[in-house]
């Protein structure tokens, strides 16, 4: 398998340590595309990869799958062009999809050529529970609540705990696009962004991103709670998001899939 990547940021470097240098997966990433060619010169020479800063050189390189590592706004540039380059995308900044139409039209393209978008499961789990509990329609109620330190959110001024936002998942996705990804894949593995319930806490007490899921309809009634580590060096990115990734490409093509 060759792995294409976008973004040269932590995840990047994650996945370059654990898959050229650990072989974590069975694959080896040969393409790395970035706006900051100091950094992906610098990952470029440690990790035996190619760096280009041309996205069309990059994406006409001879990959199995381009993981997207970087924000929402390179997710929304590029993605239209990974898809129609006949290579499936494993998509980190599920904020891109906050827009229905966006979504439905990467579904096409992707179906029109026989390709997959893969959404890992990122900071949080249950999902497969909520696409069963809703594959004949019967989910009723989502809601998470997703608790974090000031400093994960860029308010490092804020120094008891924060009420920050009760509503919809899409219009938390609108204020929080780089810390709340979680609550849009909940909703698209759920009920959707509108019927979906979002509370952010910022709490200056706690050391973990902690995420708690509830969820209810026809099947009963589910209760999750996830606390994760955030990333070395970045406390906006959980740990297990980089995780999910490397599974999500460990999984690709396997004869048993579980869930």
Known sequence: MKIGIIGTGNIATHLLQ????ANAVDGEII???G??????????ERYGVEFYSDFQAFVHTPLDVVVEAATVEAAEMYMKEVLE??????LSSIGVFKDDEFLME??????TNAQTISLPSGAIGGLDLLQSANSLGGLREVRITT??????LGLEAVKAEELLFDGSARKAIDRFPKNINVALLLSIAGIGADQTRVQIIADPAIEQNTHTIEAS???GKMTMKIENHPMPG???TSYLAALSIIAALKNRGNALVVG
């Open 217 to 219: 309809g026809d099947f």
């Open 35 to 44: 706006r900051n060619e100091k950094v992906g010169k610098q990952l470029s």
């Open 31 to 33: 393409a790395l595309f």
């Open 234 to 236: 970045n406390p906006k």
């Open 85 to 90: 380059s006949k290579k499936d995308m494993i």
């Open 147 to 152: 608790r974090k330190s000031p400093q994960s």
């Open 106 to 111: 990467m579904k096409e393209i992707a179906q």
């Open 18 to 21: 654990n898959i050229n240098q």
